[in-house]
Nanobody
Framework: QVQLVESGGGLVQAGDSLRLSCAAS????????LAWFRQAPGKEREFVAA????????YFANSVKGRFTISRDNAKNTMYLQMNSLKFEDTAVYFC?????????????????WGQGTQVTVSS
């Protein structure tokens, strides 16, 4: 089992930066791919970014590429999402997810464990 807890969300203005954290616990966290997804009101949950178990491979949705970075600290069992140049359309609940794999899935249905989410609101 893997437990995930997100933090760091809040209300910011367009152009601001925000860093989300995902604290993970469980025996197999270090062998898990980790990812961020988001869900805006009235929309489906969508992929944002993912990172492999070692932190050496990262993938991003086109909508956030160049603005967001993903990282992890396996010693702290924590993943981060640094969000820069935030836009109104980045407003959503952000979820972290985990899957025990050496690959880096981007499909929501691939992930086995989910956090409760943290709200990010960007005012225009």
């Amino acid at each position: 089992q893997v437990q995930l807890v997100e933090s760091g969300g809040g209300l910011v203005q367009a152009g601001d930066s925000l860093r989300l954290s995902c604290a993970a616990s469980g025996r197999t966290v270090s062998s898990c791919a980790l990812a961020w997804f988001r869900q805006a009101p009235g929309k489906e949950r969508e992929f944002v970014a993912a990172i492999d178990w070692r932190g050496s491979a990262t993938y991003f949705a086109n909508s956030v590429k160049g603005r967001f970075t993903i990282s992890r600290d396996n010693a702290k069992n924590t993943m981060y999402l640094q969000m820069n140049s935030l836009k109104f359309e980045d407003t959503a609940v952000y979820f972290c997810a985990a899957k025990r794999t050496f690959l880096v899935p981007s499909a929501m249905q691939e992930y086995d464990y989910w956090g409760q989410g943290t709200q990010v609101t960007v005012s225009s």
